[in-house]
């Protein structure tokens, strides 16, 4: 489906919801990559498989106030006029990305045509240009059906997800942007997750595990 829905949290319960407006063409793969940046004002989806079961190299951003969807890099893998420089990353599902605090798109891995990747992409989501990061260190696992998220202000945390021989991957990555360096780290005990939801508390990340696959 491509429906936004919005949540209203209150103190007293129910929480109430309602669906959004949502014109123009809206990202409508399944296994695509999602993320907010600061501003809270866009959703950003990146890729996903069709109904044909053909990945996506498709970047669409969903602008809340205006209740609609621009396509930034359509279907066919053509970008449009709202790019300032070419964002190509090629179609790809499975993958996750996560916006920092200056508003950058950090992609990570995913299932492409070649296999599953291990590929770092990122997107300025204010000048509409693709940033081609020179990241030193040890990069994650390539994998797909992870987690990418942003913390500390500091780092882009890489985790879960399947490798390319099916088997969970087991290991953190940590790309520290003050250094533009990968670091990789393995948690005790080991877990392993896919389909999960990851998100920031305090000086952790917490998987939410209630739509996790647990592979252990």
Not at 52 to 62: F, G, H, N, T
Not at 128 to 147: D, N
Not at 154 to 165: A, C, I, L, P, T
Request: proline residues 5%; hydrophobic residues 35%; negative net charge.
């Amino acid at each position: 489906t491509t429906e936004i829905y919005t949540l209203s949290l209150h103190d007293a319960l129910p929480i109430s919801h309602s669906v959004l407006r949502a014109d123009g063409a809206g990202a409508e793969g399944a296994g695509s990559a999602r993320s907010v940046p600061p501003s809270a004002g866009e959703i950003w989806v990146y890729g996903g498989i069709s109904e044909e079961d053909k990945a996506l190299p498709s970047v669409s951003r969903y602008l809340v106030d205006e209740q609609r969807w621009d396509t930034i890099v359509d279907d066919d893998d053509e970008d449009l006029s709202l790019l300032a420089d070419p964002y190509q990353p090629g179609a790809r599902s499975g993958a996750a990305m996560a916006c920092d605090g200056e508003g950058k798109l950090w992609v990570f891995g995913g299932q492409t045509s070649d296999g599953i990747t291990d590929e770092t992409h990122c997107l300025e989501t204010t000048a509409l240009k693709r940033i081609t990061p020179s990241l030193a260190g040890e990069t994650p696992v390539a994998r797909k059906g992870h987690t990418v998220t942003y913390m500390l202000e500091r780092f882009v945390v890489v985790f879960g997800g399947v490798g390319g021989d099916g088997a969970p991957v087991t290991d953190v990555g940590l790309l520290d942007l003050s250094t533009q360096t990968w670091h990789r780290r393995r948690c005790s005990p080991t877990i392993s997750r896919t389909g999960h939801v990851a998100g920031l508390d305090r000086k952790s990340t917490r998987l939410n595990s209630s739509h996790s696959q647990d592979l252990v």
